[in-house]
């Protein structure tokens, strides 16, 4: 298990001696600096790689992370997909009910420009494609409702 390994160790003794008498056993990355203590296992291929050593902000946590910061698992990270936190998820599901009901009503009405949509869809292109292809699915749907009832 990899709580046994090298980098557990390494996270315990940095408890108990303090991050510098630690950073000798931490490997360095490609331009010298030092990576993580969960990066030690790298060689062996028994490390597990970081989800945000890679991410335009960085790993909060720096050397004392206990997953590995090398750049060759970048491939790997790309797919690690971390999801919203609970309140996001459930604003977004409420947002979508808002707008499926109005898109009831009537099935032009859905804007992604118009409409008073959170800045945490409106500014995250990824998130506005994925509402707006809901949306206009969800329109088409009534739209046909429609002709076939009248």
């Not at 902000?57 to 720096?62: E, P």
Request: contains cysteine; glycine residues 6%.
């Amino acid at each position: 298990s990899w709580e046994i390994s090298c980098g557990a160790e390494l996270a315990r003794q940095v408890q108990d001696e303090g991050l510098t008498a630690v950073l000798a056993s931490v490997p360095l990355d490609g331009d010298g600096n030092p990576t993580s203590i969960g990066s030690v296992d790298h060689g062996t291929q028994a490390c597990r790689p970081c989800a945000f050593a890679t991410s335009l902000s960085g790993c909060n946590a720096g050397v004392r992370c206990r997953f590995c910061h090398f750049k060759d698992h970048q491939w790997l990270c790309k797919k690690i997909r971390i999801r919203p936190c609970k309140g996001k998820r459930d604003r977004y599901r409420r947002l979508v009910g808002r707008l499926i009901a109005k898109l009831d009503e009537d099935p032009n009405s859905f804007d992604p420009n118009d409409d008073d949509l959170p800045p945490s869809i409106r500014c995250d292109p990824q998130m506005l494609a994925k509402l707006s292809m809901r949306m206009s699915r969800h329109a088409e749907e009534v739209r046909m409702k429609q002709e076939r009832d009248t």
